[in-house]
């Protein structure tokens, strides 16, 4: 038999040589997993943020109440960390892929990988797979204070007709929680002399994707017509009810969904909210060109 001899100081120094580092990345991945063996990356860093935790470099640091709950369970040897990550970063999101897509649905992620290295960014320097540990998290926004529904109205002349009709249309709040019904109020001044067989109501999402150019998808997640007689010369004024739900939307390819851990159920995309102070306002207009004169 063969006795090896272990020097427990040389084990030591050779510890110290390596660090412990953890980044929080937030990225966005628009290509299935399958095709970066040919090279390329589908997958792009929106924002990242990488910190020591061993050995410490900060000295004492505020921990959490959950933090110290951990700390009693691991002892010594843990090294509490934590991140402040901008208010302007998306929520996790994916985009809900075909019947017929395989892989990891493309969206945005949030990663937290933790590593043993001699630096946190040295491109040269190989990191052992077994030397790293990472888990994915979810970015969330709970619903702020309610506000007064939004209302919008439009006037439209048809041709044949001397007197335009008058629409307008308004929101009880401007907040819904998923599988809430919307109720919208109908109102309508119909001057023409033309009768009105139905109103039609639709929720469209929209998603702004930015990678190399800015690219916005809409979709329609809910639509339902109502059948109402508003004769010539009338005015009319109804509530109408409607539910967008992902149940009914199951098919549709390249939906926004909020982001999900494994298999568990998701609802339709919620809407990422940013403190921006600009007010806009949409008009419709009609651009063509004029009569020729005589």
């Not at 044949?160 to 809430?180: V, W």
């Amino acid at each position: 038999d063969i006795v090896g001899f272990c020097n427990k100081s040389l084990i030591v120094s050779y510890i110290f040589t390596f660090s412990v580092f953890v980044y929080l990345a937030c990225a966005f991945r628009y290509g299935s997993e399958d095709l970066d063996v040919i090279g390329l990356s589908f997958r792009r860093d929106i924002w990242m943020k990488k910190v020591q935790v061993y050995p410490p470099t900060n000295g004492t640091s505020t921990k959490t109440p959950m933090q110290e709950s951990l700390l009693r369970k691991v002892g010594e040897q843990g090294c509490p960390f934590s991140f402040q990550m901008p208010t302007n970063l998306p929520c996790s999101v994916s985009l809900h892929p075909g019947p017929s897509d395989s892989g990891k649905a493309c969206g945005v992620d949030f990663e937290v990988k933790a590593y043993i290295a001699k630096e946190a960014s040295n491109p040269d320097e190989v990191i052992e797979k077994k030397d790293t540990c990472r888990l994915m998290i979810r970015k969330i926004q709970f619903a702020p204070t309610n506000k007064a529904g939004p209302k919008a109205e439009i006037s439209k002349q048809f041709m044949m007709s001397d007197k335009p009709i008058h629409l307008e249309a308004s929101l009880e709040k401007e907040i819904y929680y998923h599988g809430d019904p919307i109720t919208v109020l109908v109102k309508i001044n119909n001057e023409t002399s033309k009768t009105i067989k139905k109103v039609k109501l639709s929720v469209d999402q929209i998603a702004s994707v930015v990678l190399y150019s800015s690219d916005t998808y809409t979709k329609e997640v809910c639509a339902e017509e109502f059948a109402e007689n508003i004769t010539a010369n009338s005015t009319f004024e109804k509530s109408f009810q409607i539910t967008p739900l992902l149940s009914n939307n199951k098919e549709k390819r390249g939906l926004a969904v909020d982001g999900k851990l494994k298999d568990e159920d998701t609802n339709l995309a919620s809407t990422t909210c940013f403190n921006f102070s600009d007010v806009v306002v949409e008009l419709p207009l009609t651009l063509m060109s004029p009569k020729p004169a005589g």
